[in-house]
């Protein structure tokens, strides 16, 4: 008798564990339980990124596994000619309702290219984490932001565009990863916003 209680109480906590065990996997979102990964559809990727396929894979290397992807993109103020100093485009990324990744350009005028990579730096990422990288008169990145200074107008009241790349939740993919993949967006998001701007100075750009 003592031996078929002995029996049931040790499958009894085997069972609790396992459901303690099941429960821990669901709420952690993880393997049985884990959703599968959403497609990341170059079709569906923002116009302001530029290229969709390059935007799209670089997306796939620096985005956390979600259910599902969503864009929302548009330039809301377009510059309209030589005269014109505003321009405005963004793109926002979303993943299962979480923004994931906000990407901006926008028409700026700074006397110093260093006083701008200190405001870009201020308003996104602890100082002293991003790096300089070859692009436009400007240009710096981390795990987290990439950020380029692009020479547009050199008629009218000239400037530049301030592209940045701002990654809110990051995949798991190494810092060194990550940040080549929000280069590679910063770089089609500042080419997009080149064109869409009609800048007419050479946005350097090429790599």
């Known amino acids: 008798m003592a031996s078929t209680r002995t029996k049931s109480l040790l499958a009894g906590g085997v069972a609790l564990l396992l459901c303690l065990v099941l429960g ?13 990964r959403g497609e990341i559809k170059a079709s569906e990727v923002c116009g302001t990124l ?6 799209a894979t670089a997306l796939r290397r620096v985005l956390p596994d979600k259910s599902s992807y969503a864009f929302d993109g548009a330039v809301t103020d377009p510059r309209l000619d ?10 926002f ?3 299962d309702g979480r923004q994931l990744v906000a990407v901006t350009a926008e028409m700026t005028r700074y006397d110093k290219a260093g006083e701008w990579v200190r405001d870009v730096v201020a308003n996104n990422v ?6 300089p990288f070859g692009a436009g008169d400007e240009a710096v990145a981390s795990d987290r932001v990439a950020a380029i200074y692009v020479p547009c107008a050199t008629r009218g009241a ?10 809110k939740q990051p995949g ?9 993949g929000l280069i590679s967006l910063a770089r089609n ?3 997009a916003a080149h064109e869409k701007a009609k800048c007419d100075a050479p946005p350097k750009l090429t790599h």
């Not at 530029?50 to 935007?55: A, H, N």
């Not at 602890?126 to 790096?131: C, E, I, L």
């Not at 798991?172 to 080549?180: I, M």
């Open 93 to 95: 990324v979303n993943g």
């Open 172 to 180: 798991s993919a190494d810092a060194d990863q990550l940040r080549q």
């Open 24 to 36: 821990v996997l669901y709420a952690l979102g993880l393997p049985p339980f884990k959703d599968k």
């Open 82 to 91: 030589d005269e014109d100093s505003s321009y405005y485009a963004s793109c």
């Open 126 to 131: 602890p100082a002293g984490s991003v790096k």
């Open 50 to 55: 530029g290229r969709s396929s390059g935007s």
């Open 189 to 191: 998001a500042a080419l």
């Open 158 to 167: 000239g400037g530049h565009l301030s592209v940045v790349v701002h990654l």
